[in-house]
């Protein structure tokens, strides 16, 4: 699996998550900061995320996980964003985080 293709001016990125036994504003901001870093590697950035789809293990938590990622795309351009619940592949994962963006 990659971590990141980019086609045609765009960057896809496969989903991330954070760590087991973190929150879960601290397992979306660990997975938004391996975004950035993704995004920064295939020579985009937050300011050029396209759209992303949050998966919670639970729709309960997501003031907790909007909050988090509010804080990350502040000052920024936001993109389309799709939030669902879904079972994740592991039971401690409570977000994935799925991005594409624009290659500058």
């Keep these: 699996m ?3 293709v980019v ?3 765009v960057v896809y990125l496969a989903g ?3 760590e087991a036994g973190q929150s879960v504003a601290e397992q979306t901001a660990t997975a938004l900061a391996e975004i950035e870093r993704l995004l920064v ?3 985009s950035s937050k300011a050029h995320m396209l759209t992303a789809m ?8 997501f003031e907790e996980m909007n909050s988090a990622w509010d804080a990350f795309v502040a ?9 669902g619940q879904s079972s994740l ?3 401690a994962w409570r977000v994935e ?5 624009a290659v500058k």
Aim: without cysteine.
């Design 2 to 4: 990659s971590e990141a």
């Design 7 to 9: 086609h045609n001016g």
């Design 16 to 18: 991330q998550v954070g």
């Design 41 to 43: 590697l295939a020579g």
């Design 54 to 61: 949050v998966w919670l293990a639970d729709m309960a938590d």
């Design 75 to 83: 000052g920024v351009p936001k993109p389309t964003r799709a939030t």
């Design 89 to 91: 592949a592991d039971p």
């Design 97 to 101: 985080i799925v991005v594409t963006g």
